[in-house]
């Protein structure tokens, strides 16, 4: 084999209906009773909602009653699709008014998931959460305790979780067919960063569009046309995404969070790839330390790249003939090297060590299906908040760390702090602006 196969994220998705592997930590389900069907809302109406809708009402056991979108022309395929659906502009309002639902997803920009999440635990409801879970370290702990103390059923859209390309990679790792793993590399090419300024003007809003919805927590600001923050630039945004890895990490992470039993790191290193005042940054390199699992030596260094950077020259090496993907991990073991192709066929190396090594080949679990049926009392989801809250905080404080390039950044996870720069520490938490405040955040 000289090179691997390079499928799309969607075109992946398409074909393996996005799937699950049963992690370390899941709920038990308190939803609707078995046969009953699920009465759910969708806070976002298209883009990755409208995937998430789709997904969710292949299930006979589903049925969407109601949707929010800030952009009411984004809601015409809902309506077309789905007569009787309800539709909001406000997800605040819908919340308030759907007294019967029994679930939710939450498929919006990042800095709004936090809110409208916690919204719905505390109305009891079960939830699918988009990655990244929230926007900010504090704001993923506070919706992994609420969750947990609620008892509802919780999902994070990890859609790839269950691809068998995913799980395959899991179960390598933890039979040890490596070894015991030292390094892991892991790398998006994505380039979601802008190192402009961010444009001196006022554009008109589009009709149908609430900007003041749109912006929720977030302060006041002209809006901008041309793409630049919505439908999809809002992830190069600080205010509004969480660049390339908020975008990725969650997904390429997961095999190595889940396959290792990490858990959270001491410290974290970047290497540049920083913000402007207003945009994250391209061409990041974060290094964490982790304390050691017993999938790993002592302790485990993790190295995250996006853009340009991806792989260092002595890792690549180490692969051979064989050229990198544009998404993937590298898992360096005492025994071998495992080569994680996102979304491919994973490799062991060296070549003439692993000849004949059986790779094993999972089933694939339907992610939505998945949660559906938790909801209804059958089985556990797999990317719970009490899995996946922990991840995200590992990819938000990468984030954070590109804030201060050069840095070592010890890290208390028990207190949510930063203990040797307190200036990091404001990016751990943000205040709302007035009107936007949810008891609890």
Known sequence: MTTLSRLTRRAALKRAAAATLVAPFTFRAFGAPPGETLLHASIGASGQAGADIRALTASSHLKLVAVADVDLAHTAAVRKRFPDVRVYQDWRELLDKEKDLDSVNVSTPDHVHAAATLRALQLGKHVYTQKPLTHTLHEARRLTVTARDKGVVTQMGIQVHGHPTHRAVVQLVRSGAVGKVQEVHSWSNKRWGDLTPRPDRSDPVPPDFNWDLWLAGSALRPFLGSGYYHPANWRKRLDFGTGTFGDMGCHIL???????????????????????????????????????????????????????????????????????????????????????????????????????????????????????????????TSTPFDYSGPLTEVVLLGCLATRFPKTTLEWDAARLKVTNVAEANRFVRQEPRKGWEVEGL
């Open 254 to 380: 997961d095999p190595v969070f889940g396959s290792l039993a990490l858990t959270a790191p001491t410290s974290v290193h970047s290497e540049g790839g920083g913000p402007n005042e207003f945009n994250w940054g391209l061409d990041a390199q974060v290094r964490y330390a982790f304390p050691g699992t017993k999938y790993t030596a002592e302790t485990l260094t993790l190295t995250w790249s996006d853009g340009e950077r991806r792989l260092p020259p002595p890792v690549r090496t180490l692969l051979g003939e064989l050229s990198p993907s544009d998404q993937g991990s590298v898992y360096l073991g005492t025994e071998g090297v495992l080569y994680s192709p996102y979304f491919a066929s994973p490799v062991l190396l060296p070549h003439e060590k692993f000849q004949g090594f059986k790779v094993p080949a999972p089933r694939a679990v339907d992610h939505y299906l998945e949660f559906v049926e938790a909801c209804r009392g059958h089985g556990k």
